[in-house]
């Protein structure tokens, strides 16, 4: 089976924009509650990013220790 090719973070970025920018335009909602959901959910990307943030880190440092012991 061949390798899945992997979509470039540029065009995953500008179909997602171009996705949502439909989905605003066509939703019928007021600008004012497109922003209070917009709002909500970048708090939540916010928590998740800092979540990611601090895994991504205590990985990298028990890495960094591993290495340390073992002498490299």
Do not use: C, H, W
Request: charged share 35%; proline share 3%.
């Amino acid at each position: 089976m061949g390798e899945k090719i992997r979509i470039p973070l540029s065009v995953l970025r500008k179909s997602f924009i171009y996705k949502l920018n439909e989905l605003i335009n066509e939703s019928g909602l007021e600008p004012y509650m497109i922003e209070s959901i917009l709002k909500d959910a970048y708090e939540r990307m916010a928590v998740e990013t800092e979540r990611q943030y601090q895994r991504e880190l205590a990985a990298y440092n028990k890495s960094l220790q591993d290495n340390e012991d073992k002498g490299e």
